[in-house]
């Protein structure tokens, strides 16, 4: 890895930090596809992830229009084909909730802009929600704190705790503390 895979702080692009939490994902192929899409979709100020001139990320569609921001099952079912009750039901046959991996991969997209600096409202505003109290209500809904209470660990520590939360634990923990409304 060259020094210019790193952004200024030191840390590791995204995609090499979000990795080890998609590759941990049971399965089916279709809900690893719609993680990826989560996860590497471009986001201004994340390592790795940062849109070229004509507002792609890695994947982009070339298209040249600034792309959605996922963060939403409809919306991540939608754009691999398929329904939200689809992709939560295949999903659920693989022992996870779909609806909260795509939280926490949207979450740990926010720790990684708050490592890089980036104020709550600029937050906000790069992951696609309508301002901060938005985003603080959706990490709060998931975590059960405000993104300004949780805990200063690394990224690649919330990656873990991530894992641990969508694909380790059973089932009824992790719908019952994570407050999934697929359970």
Not at 16 to 31: E, N
Not at 46 to 69: V, Y
Request: glycine content about 10%; overall charge positive.
């Amino acid at each position: 890895m060259s020094p210019d895979d790193h952004n200024g702080s030191g840390a590791l692009p995204f995609p090499d930090v979000i990795d080890p939490f998609i590759r941990v994902c049971p399965g089916p192929a279709l809900a690893v596809r719609a993680l990826r899409l989560v996860a590497y979709q471009p986001v201004e100020g994340i390592a790795g992830l940062e849109p070229d001139s004509n507002g792609d990320g890695p994947g982009g569609s070339g298209n040249g229009r600034k792309p959605a921001h996922f963060h939403r099952l409809g919306d991540v079912a939608n754009a691999v084909s398929c329904t939200a009750d689809h992709l939560s039901r295949v999903a659920r046959r693989y022992g996870f909730s779909i609806a909260v991996a795509i939280r926490w991969t949207t979450v740990l997209q926010g720790l990684a802009l708050r490592e890089e600096g980036a104020s709550q409202t600029e937050i906000a505003r790069r992951l696609g929600f309508a301002d901060a109290s938005s985003w603080s209500r959706f990490v709060r809904n998931l975590t059960g704190k405000t993104p300004t209470q949780l805990p200063r660990l690394t990224l690649s520590d919330w990656v873990l705790e991530a894992r641990r939360r969508v694909f380790l634990e059973p089932s009824g923990a992790r719908a019952a503390r994570d407050g999934d409304p697929d359970a």
